[in-house]
């Protein structure tokens, strides 16, 4: 779902620069906020240290090189790109419609929603020519897929036609956050509401 | 549809290199890919020379700066893009129902389909952060959709409904080009054809 809330906020060192102690997880926001507005290409140490005004030496006490940093960015995506999706599960207590419906408004949640699709669309970007991005990003897919599968289970279908109408909704997730511009308010709405009750129909 | 074959080739000077010959197209060419393998910050003048293996100077033959090129660079994926769906329409003479099922294999047109999808999401990374590309991938978009629509008001449906069958298949396409790692071949054409049958009932 490029149209979740997973979003990251942005990066600020944890205490006043001069006397900076910036956790790994600073770093990786850093990284992540360059990947978005420019190129995987463009996340490198020294640009990263300069935008948190320290020295290139103080990457070294968290992070191996520059490719333990990448690895450690796509970890922190995809564990709160999973996260995200299993909360929402378990706070939903057994009602699987109402879950589909909740899913289908997620790419409609604001700003948070648009920065955590941005972020996923330049890692989705990445992906198509690194083979490292390209598996967590498989995996996250997957994993959401087959969540968004049990809701389907959960109303009566058999696996087989509950995986494919994950499919759809997921699908739908993608492209609402892709095309934000596509219609009117009036017009998404509708259309929400018949992706629901398509996929809602009883088995 | 991220899912189209109007990929571009490799660029390659019109000409054997030392008497090169080269056209807006070539560098158009050779930028398209800087973006897709790097970034559209990787678009440099400089940088395209040297892998064209021309001088700067030549560049300015053809274009007034860079922002010149990437204005014609998005104006030709937006041509590419949008005749190519239009040419569908026209070879597929008055069968909106085999038309349908054309647009829902799209994604699964091999390498050229594969290429193609790249660049439309490097394209979409880029425009989450530059109105001039937004703009393009939202006309884009609202032309295919309305292309896809025809189909289903051709099938009988009303403006409303054909809209949002044509958003709901439009999404489907550019999910599987997306996704192309999730489920096996069998489950691929299953939910090709269950996207289908659902989208072709009549009304």
Same mark, same amino acid.
């Given at each position: ?26 770093? +990786? @926001? %850093? ?13 490198? $140490? !020294? ?75 330049? +890692? @989705? %970007? ?13 995996? $996250? !897919? ?62």
């Amino acid at each position: 779902m490029s149209a979740t809330d997973a979003s990251t906020p942005p990066a600020t060192p944890s205490t006043t620069p001069g006397k900076v102690q910036l956790t790994p997880a600073d770093w +990786i @926001r %850093a990284a992540t906020e360059v990947l978005v507005d420019k190129s995987i290409d463009a996340v490198r $140490v !020294d640009v990263l240290a300069k935008g948190l005004k320290v020295t290139r030496g103080s990457f070294y006490w968290h992070f191996q090189d520059r490719d333990d940093l990448l690895k450690q960015l796509l970890r922190s995506w995809r564990d709160a790109a999973t996260e995200q999706i299993i909360n929402r599960f378990e706070r939903s207590g057994a009602d699987p419609e109402a879950l589909v419906r909740e899913l289908a408004s997620l790419p409609f949640r604001g700003t948070a929603a648009f920065n955590s699709a941005s972020i996923e669309l330049a +890692i @989705r %970007a990445w992906a198509r020519r690194d083979d490292m991005a390209r598996q967590v990003v498989d995996e $996250v !897919d997957a994993k959401r897929l087959s969540y968004v599968s049990q809701c389907f289970v959960a109303l009566g279908y058999n696996f087989q036609e509950a995986g494919m109408r994950a499919f759809v909704l997921y699908s739908y997730m993608i492209s609402e956050s892709l095309m934000r511009g596509q219609g009117t308010e009036t017009q998404r709405q509708q259309r929400r509401e018949f992706v629901e009750k398509f996929l809602l129909q009883k088995p």
